[in-house]
């Protein structure tokens, strides 16, 4: 049953890089709950670039990961599995209304990786550190194809 607009409390079902007719690239998620179950597809554009990394970080798949294509092409790997909450609203196109995902949110409110560095820096008086995991829901643990650093030896050391 395709779910109807409310928020919901959801899992990743799949999740998978889709194109449209016009060639603009996206990514399909597949939600599910108790409730039923909605796709949504985010489409890449110049536009809407920083809102899919938010929502890519919120189902687990941190900005760092983007460095290798390795990871995009896994990205179910990675993303299927994780819970997170989604609003989901009526939405018109071509005069047809549709209920579509609206916002994809970490669980327990709309935190995204910068909002809790932001938040720690202000607490704590220290100057933020970029984080390596990006995770903001509730996501399984999979190892990212990213290679490992080179050894340091001690004619790295500047001193």
Avoid at 19 to 47: M, Y
Wanted: hydrophobic share 35%.
């Amino acid at each position: 049953m395709r779910l109807t607009p409310g928020k919901y409390h959801v899992t990743v079902k799949k999740a998978f890089a889709t194109e449209s007719q016009g060639s603009t690239p996206g990514i399909t998620f597949l939600f599910e709950c108790e409730s039923g179950e909605i796709d949504c597809t985010r489409w890449v554009t110049e536009k809407t670039r920083d809102r899919v990394i938010t929502d890519l970080e919120t189902l687990g798949f941190s900005f760092e990961m983007l460095g290798e294509q390795e990871n995009l092409d896994r990205i179910d790997d990675y993303v299927r599995g994780n819970e997170c909450e989604i609003v989901v609203a009526d939405e018109e196109y071509k005069g047809v209304v549709e209920a579509k995902v609206k916002w994809i949110n970490a669980i327990g409110g709309k935190a995204t990786v910068n909002t809790k560095t932001a938040i720690w820096a202000a607490l704590t008086g220290k100057t933020p550190v970029p984080r390596d995991d990006g995770l903001v829901s509730r996501p399984r643990k999979v190892e990212p194809n990213i290679p490992p650093s080179a050894p340091i030896s001690d004619d790295d050391i500047p001193y």
